[in-house]
Each structure stands twice: as C-alpha cells, then as structure tokens.
C-alpha cells in the first residue's frame, strides 16, 4: 500500500477563497474526487448566480408578477427548503428579502431613505410566493429570490457528498468559511484527531494582530459562521452591518459574530444566519435545535453551547 | 418574539430535519455517527473556550509571522478550542473573507453574492508531511490582448526545533501578446516565457531574532516590449536576480520590535534597485505607535532615453522625436525604465479611547524623483510624483 499523504486543492469559487482537503493513499483517485468535487461546486453557483441572465434564479425574478416557471427537482427541493426555513425561523429567514440591500449602500456608509426601504418591503415576503407542483411564481412584479442565504453551504455539502461517492473518507471542504468535514484525519501520527478550524474574530485586534476568536476541532459534519464585519458601515458610531431583518429592512445588532457546528453545512449555515436575526432570542432558539454554538454578543460576552 | 409563539413545525433539530430533503444530504448525515438526533455535533468535537488574552510576549511579531514562508505545521491539538492553536488550524471559518478575495465588488450586500466573476483558473495543489509540504500550482488567465499560462512548484521544510525553514520554489510562464483584435496590430502573436528559482531560509536566532533570506534568479525571453508606446524596442531577454534579507528584532528593554528588510534587484536590462525598510513598532499602554520608512533607487535601463528639454527645462517634443528616430537598436521611454528614487514615510497610531472604542490613524507620504536617485542625480525630465495616504479606522463595541 502506498504511504499516506495529504493533498490540497485551493480554488476560487462564489467570489470566496475555496479549499478541499483531503488524507489518503491513492493520489490519482484523490486527485479524480477532487476535481470532481470541485465541478460539482461550480455547477450550484453556475445555476444558482443571480448574475448570470440564464441561471433558473433569474428566469423566476424576470418573470416576477407574470407566468409561473417551470422548475428542475433540485431547485424544488431546494425551495422547499426555504419554505421549511421560513416557517421554523418565524418568517426571518426569507430568500426574498435580497432585495433590501438596494436600500443600503454599504460603499458610502449612507443611511437608506425611510421612503425607499418601505416600498422595497412591499416586495418582501415568502407568503406571496406561489408554488405548484414543479412551478414557481412570485406574485408581485419585481420581486427577487436570491439563494445566496444558502448555496455557498448546500455546495459545500454537495461537495462533500462527491467525495464520499468517490471513497474518500478523510477530507475537509471549505467554501469561504463555510465547511464541512468529512471524517477525522488520517496522516500517521494524526489517526482520528480532527480538523483544527480557526474561528475568525469579529473585532481583530490590530495591534497585536490576534485575528482569531478560538479554533474548533471538527471532525465530522458542518460548520458555518455568520457576522456583522463581513459588510457594514459605521455611522455616527452605530455599526449597520449586511444582515437585515426582513420586517424592518433594518440590520440586526445583537451579535457580533454566531458561529454553529451541525451534522452538514446547509444546517449550520441556516441556523447561524437565523441566530444573527433572531437576536436576543437566538440562544433559546439554538437550543432547540440540538446543535453546538460559539457566538459573540454585541458588547462582546462570548457564550457557548 | 419567545420560543412559544413559534410554528408547531419547529422541532428539535428541525432546520437539520428540513435540510436532509437536499439530493445527497441524507447520504452525508446518516454516515455522520451521531447521525440526525438532538445531538447532531460530532463526539469528538466538544467546546471549551479560552479568549482575550493574547500570550505572545513579543507584540509586533505577527507582521513577521505572514511574510516568513508559511510552515504547515500538523501537530494534534489535545484541547478543541485554544488562542495560540490558530497557527496551526486547518482552515478559517467566517463570514466570507473579502480581504482575501480578488474580485468581491460583484455583489451589494446579502450573505453572499454568488458571483460568475472568477479567475480563469487557478488551481494549487499542497501536499503536507510532518515536516515539510510541497505544492504545485497552474494558473491561466486572459484578456482581450493577453493570455498567460504559469506553473509552480514549492517545497519548504523546517527543522526539528522549528527554529529553521528552508524553501524551494521554481516557476515558469508562457504569455502570448496579441492585439489584433483591438485592431492596433503592434503585437501579432508575440510570446514571452519566463523561467525562476527561489531558495530562501528563515532562522530564529535568539528568542527576540528572527531573520530572512531569500534569492531568487529569473531568466525571462520573448517579447517584452509595450505594443502600445511608439519607439518602443527592447531586447527580447530579460534575467534577474533579487536578494531579499529581513532582520525582526525585539528590543526588550522598550517593549518594541524593529523591522528591517532590504532587497536588491538587477536585471540584464541594466536596472539595479535597492530597497531598505524600516518599522518601529512601539505599544504604549493602550496606544500602539509604528513610525516607518522606506527609501528605494533604481538606475535606468541600457536602452532608455531621456527627452529632450528646451532651455528653459521644459519637454521638448520635436526635439525628442528627432533623437528617436536617430537612435539606433533597443529604445524605451517608460519611466519605469528611468533612474530614479522614492521615499515613502508612514505612522500609524492606534488607540483605545476606552475599552470598547479603538481608533486608529494612518498616514503614509510617498515621493518618487529624480533627485530622490541614489547617487545623485536620476534621469532628467521626470515629473516628480507625489502621493498621500490617509485612513482613519475606527472600532467601536456596544
């Protein structure tokens, strides 16, 4: 048998910094699921951009308040997963609510128009979305759906699933922070220890350039985290950060920085993206969930699970 | 809003529930050992947590920690959550990275836009061993008038102690320079390829003496020229060298580190530079102060060729079109082939006006002139550059 050896695979994909990492002994066979896993990934954001004019994304937003669109069963499935979220989270995590970052321009540090914010959540709701079989149809003209909430984490994900199809049985999948692991390490002398992931801190100190809040061993299923210092703004010393409320259109303050370990990244990603809008309710509502967090209040009290 | 008032839907572990109706996710959570009960997270993946006190006792070290060739270092963590472990974590999990992306104005906001925009294709492959890892990379890019094709292979590999890295790199690139699609038709099917070794060592002297050597030797032939400056013909082979030392010092008695670095660079264009830099890192209670200051020189190329003034010192453009047209064999008037120096002076000053608001202040002068020329004075008729950099961050907790 050939001697045991690790091999990582950096990309870029999703406008994120990608690696997949693997521990085994057939390099060509670690290499083959690699390449695969990594077609696999650029396949989800390929259909699911909302950049691009023929994703399935933009044939459901160009039709808003006009025909219903006939859909594929992994779009289906992944909207009836939003549905699920949508329901679970009380109606806050909503994949129609992409379209209140037009109200907030991040770049000038502005503060929106009330005016602007309240007709853009007239088009906010996943109540007035209508599905039907295979179809979808939002009901309201310039209504959007954006799966960006979850397709970096569904990827990640589909990623790992490949790499299982192909044998491997020792790898870590991380799509810009977002991860999952797919069985312990496996070098000599590192048998059956985990990964060791480093938690990103939400206020890196710059003068002794600590820049991470605490590191996770993981060794099996998803880790996602979720923060106010991926985009924001300081104005009058008030931090409006990217993550809006699909109520208010306004940014959530509570936490500075949510990170949860769950059995595969879809999960974690939803549960921490949730968390960040629940705010003050977040924990009793993690809590249900039966899963592990680390996270970091506004005045910066760290509570774990 | 309470847990009560919530759906009835919502069940312990029902997002985890919710998501198993994905294509392959059901496959992933059943081989998972705890599989898809209350108590999803791995066995062996427990929680404890130590933060907020960084137990370095050199501040100022980490600028040193980035630029030193990165060792991959696999030592088992026996704790699950630990401060100093970061150096050796696997991966980092965040909101997405941005500082570390190439391109990210794509999207306005939200979580995170799923972008088209993405290099062509660059992929690196690293393969670790206890002591040492070696990684292999391809990255294509192109342009309407540019494409570029380039390979690398790295090995680094560090002691026992840890107190020494050696590494290894070679590289080479294959460009083709084409700009008949634009219709200017200066450069038909031009190639460059390139070809560069690197060898270098990090060694820490003492516990407060870090320092790093790197030479690096590239040999370079095709076309080099600008396809869109008239009267601009170089010789088809450019080799370089580049000497790179670093020394990071921390002077105990005043709580500070000094950083210094020089590099020498010379190529058979006939350009030699030399760089020095200096960093005095300084915490003061809750201010940490760094003065810096670099000062760079470079001679022009063979085949440069200054313009013509008139008397009055001013550009001459007749007169230097004469000249040109009179110069025999290789020409260029790019002012990055000129002789010149810079000077670039900068402090940055960081302080926490309280515990929960940190603010800090940037300011850089940078000024390239001929006058700036090492040893004395550079090419004539260059317009001095000036440049200001101001940045103001301010952090505030609440």
Same mark, same amino acid.
């Given at each position: 048998?050939?001697?045991?050896?690790?091999?990582?695979?950096?990309?870029?994909?999703?406008?994120?910094?990608?690696?997949? *990492?693997? #521990?085994?002994?057939?390099?060509?066979?670690?290499?083959?699921?690699?390449?695969?896993?990594?077609?696999?990934?650029?396949?989800?954001?390929?259909?699911?951009?909302?950049?691009?004019?023929?994703?399935?994304?933009?044939?459901?937003?160009?039709?808003?308040?006009?025909?219903?669109?006939?859909?594929?069963?992994?779009?289906?499935?992944?909207?009836?997963?939003?549905?699920?979220?949508?329901?679970?989270?009380?109606?806050?995590?909503?994949?129609?609510?992409?379209?209140?970052?037009?109200?907030?321009?991040?770049?000038? $540090?502005?503060?929106?128009?009330?005016? $602007? &914010?309240?007709?853009?959540?007239?088009?906010?709701?996943?109540?007035?979305?209508?599905?039907?079989?295979?179809?979808?149809?939002?009901?309201?003209?310039?209504?959007?759906?954006?799966? =960006?909430?979850?397709?970096?984490?569904?990827?990640?994900?589909?990623? $790992?699933?490949?790499?299982?199809?192909?044998?491997?049985?020792?790898?870590?999948?991380?799509?810009?922070?977002?991860?999952?692991?797919?069985?312990?390490?496996?070098?000599? =002398?590192?048998?059956?220890?985990?990964?060791?992931?480093?938690? *990103?801190?939400?206020?890196?100190?710059?003068? %002794?350039?600590?820049?991470?809040?605490?590191?996770?061993?993981?060794?099996?299923?998803?880790?996602?985290?979720?923060?106010?210092?991926?985009?924001?703004?300081?104005?009058?010393?008030?931090?409006?950060?990217?993550?809006?409320?699909?109520?208010?259109?306004?940014?959530?303050?509570?936490?500075?920085?949510?990170?949860?370990?769950?059995?595969?990244?879809?999960?974690?990603?939803?549960?921490?993206?949730?968390?960040?809008?629940?705010?003050?309710?977040? &924990?009793?509502?993690?809590?249900?969930?039966?899963?592990?967090?680390?996270?970091?209040?506004?005045?910066?009290?760290?509570?774990?699970? | 809003?309470?847990?009560?008032?919530?759906?009835?839907?919502?069940?312990? =572990?029902?997002?985890?529930?919710?998501?198993?109706?994905?294509?392959?996710?059901?496959?992933?959570?059943?081989?998972?050992?705890?599989?898809?009960?209350?108590?999803?997270?791995?066995?062996?993946?427990?929680?404890?947590?130590?933060?907020?006190?960084?137990?370095?006792?050199?501040?100022?070290?980490?600028?040193?920690?980035?630029?030193?060739?990165?060792?991959?270092?696999?030592?088992?963590?026996?704790?699950?959550?630990?401060?100093?472990?970061?150096?050796?974590?696997?991966?980092? %999990?965040?909101?997405?990275?941005?500082?570390?992306?190439?391109?990210?104005?794509?999207?306005?906001?939200?979580?995170?836009?799923?972008?088209?925009?993405?290099?062509?294709? #660059?992929?690196?492959?690293?393969?670790?061993?206890?002591?040492?890892?070696?990684?292999?990379?391809?990255?294509?890019?192109?342009?309407?008038?540019?494409?570029?094709?380039?390979?690398? &292979?790295?090995?680094?590999?560090?002691?026992?102690?840890?107190?020494?890295?050696?590494?290894?790199?070679?590289?080479?690139?294959?460009?083709?320079?084409?700009?008949?699609?634009?219709?200017?038709?200066?450069?038909?099917?031009?190639?460059?390829?390139?070809?560069?070794?690197?060898?270098?060592?990090?060694?820490?002297?003492?516990?407060?003496?870090?320092?790093?050597?790197?030479?690096?030797?590239?040999?370079?032939?095709?076309?080099?020229?600008?396809?869109?400056?008239?009267?601009?013909?170089?010789?088809?082979?450019?080799?370089?060298?580049?000497?790179?030392?670093?020394?990071?010092?921390?002077?105990?008695?005043?709580?500070?580190?000094?950083?210094?670095?020089?590099?020498?660079?010379?190529?058979?264009?006939?350009?030699?530079?030399?760089?020095?830099?200096?960093?005095?890192?300084?915490?003061?209670?809750?201010?940490?102060?760094?003065?810096?200051?670099?000062?760079?020189?470079?001679?022009?190329?063979?085949?440069?060729?200054?313009?013509?003034?008139?008397?009055?010192?001013?550009?001459?453009?007749?007169?230097?079109?004469?000249?040109?047209?009179?110069?025999?064999?290789?020409?260029?008037?790019?002012?990055?082939?000129?002789?010149?120096?810079?000077?670039?002076?900068?402090?940055?000053?960081?302080?926490?006006?309280?515990?929960?608001?940190?603010?800090?202040?940037?300011?850089?002068?940078?000024?390239?002139?001929?006058?700036?020329?090492?040893?004395?004075?550079?090419?004539?008729?260059?317009?001095?550059?000036?440049?200001?950099?101001?940045?103001?961050?301010?952090?505030?907790?609440?």
């Amino acid at each position: 048998m050939q001697r045991w050896r690790t091999l990582r695979f950096d990309f870029q994909a999703m406008a994120s910094p990608c690696s997949i *990492q693997l #521990d085994g002994q057939d390099e060509p066979a670690m290499r083959h699921a690699a390449a695969q896993a990594i077609a696999e990934v650029q396949r989800i954001e390929h259909k699911y951009s909302r950049y691009r004019e023929d994703s399935i994304v933009s044939r459901i937003n160009q039709s808003a308040g006009g025909a219903a669109v006939d859909v594929d069963a992994e779009t289906a499935d992944l909207l009836v997963f939003a549905d699920s979220l949508w329901h679970l989270s009380d109606g806050l995590f909503d994949i129609t609510s992409g379209v209140l970052r037009r109200a907030w321009d991040f770049r000038a $540090a502005r503060l929106p128009e009330p005016v $602007a &914010l309240q007709s853009l959540l007239t088009g906010v709701g996943w109540d007035k979305v209508e599905r039907k079989g295979s179809t979808v149809r939002l009901l309201q003209a310039g209504m959007e759906l954006d799966f =960006g909430g979850f397709g970096k984490e569904y990827a990640a994900d589909r990623a $790992a699933a490949v790499l299982h199809g192909h044998g491997m049985r020792h790898a870590l999948v991380n799509l810009g922070g977002d991860l999952h692991a797919l069985g312990a390490r496996a070098l000599p =002398g590192l048998q059956d220890t985990a990964w060791q992931i480093e938690i *990103q801190h939400p206020r890196p100190d710059t003068a %002794s350039g600590k820049s991470s809040l605490a590191v996770l061993a993981l060794q099996q299923g998803g880790l996602a985290t979720s923060g106010d210092y991926e985009r924001f703004f300081i104005h009058d010393g008030r931090r409006y950060c990217h993550v809006l409320n699909p109520r208010t259109g306004w940014p959530v303050t509570h936490w500075q920085s949510v990170s949860v370990l769950a059995a595969n990244t879809t999960t974690a990603g939803a549960l921490t993206t949730i968390a960040m809008l629940k705010e003050a309710d977040a &924990l009793d509502w993690l809590n249900t969930q039966g899963v592990r967090y680390l996270a970091m209040r506004h005045d910066g009290q760290l509570l774990q699970h | 809003m309470s847990t009560h008032n919530t759906p009835p839907t919502q069940s312990a =572990g029902g997002v985890l529930l919710a998501s198993l109706i994905l294509p392959g996710l059901a496959t992933l959570v059943a081989i998972a050992p705890t599989s898809a009960a209350a108590e999803t997270a791995p066995e062996k993946s427990t929680i404890a947590v130590k933060y907020g006190r960084y137990s370095d006792s050199q501040p100022g070290w980490d600028r040193i920690k980035a630029t030193a060739p990165q060792v991959y270092v696999q030592a088992p963590i026996a704790g699950d959550w630990s401060i100093e472990a970061s150096a050796v974590a696997d991966n980092v %999990s965040g909101a997405t990275p941005y500082a570390h992306t190439q391109r990210s104005g794509a999207s306005g906001g939200g979580k995170i836009g799923m972008s088209d925009e993405r290099r062509a294709g #660059d992929v690196k492959i690293t393969r670790h061993m206890a002591r040492s890892a070696l990684s292999a990379s391809v990255a294509y890019s192109t342009e309407h008038d540019y494409k570029s094709t380039a390979v690398g &292979l790295d090995a680094r590999w560090s002691t026992e102690d840890n107190n020494r890295t050696w590494a290894l790199g070679v590289g080479a690139s294959s460009d083709t320079i084409d700009n008949t699609a634009s219709g200017i038709n200066t450069a038909i099917n031009e190639h460059k390829n390139t070809h560069e070794i690197m060898g270098g060592v990090t060694q820490v002297l003492t516990p407060t003496d870090i320092v790093q050597f790197n030479l690096t030797r590239g040999v370079g032939s095709g076309y080099f020229n600008d396809p869109y400056k008239s009267y601009d013909l170089r010789p088809n082979q450019r080799d370089t060298w580049i000497a790179l030392a670093r020394w990071n010092h921390y002077l105990e008695p005043f709580d500070a580190s000094l950083r210094t670095s020089y590099r020498y660079y010379d190529d058979t264009f006939g350009v030699q530079s030399h760089t020095v830099g200096l960093d005095w890192v300084q915490p003061v209670g809750k201010l940490t102060v760094t003065p810096g200051m670099r000062y760079y020189s470079q001679t022009a190329a063979n085949f440069y060729f200054d313009p013509v003034l008139t008397a009055q010192g001013q550009y001459d453009a007749l007169g230097t079109l004469m000249r040109v047209v009179g110069l025999k064999g290789f020409k260029s008037a790019d002012q990055r082939l000129a002789a010149f120096g810079a000077v670039t002076l900068s402090m940055k000053v960081a302080y926490a006006i309280t515990p929960d608001t940190v603010v800090d202040l940037k300011v850089e002068t940078y000024r390239q002139s001929a006058d700036l020329y090492l040893s004395g004075k550079g090419s004539p008729g260059l317009d001095p550059f000036n440049a200001q950099f101001v940045q103001i961050g301010l952090t505030h907790r609440f």
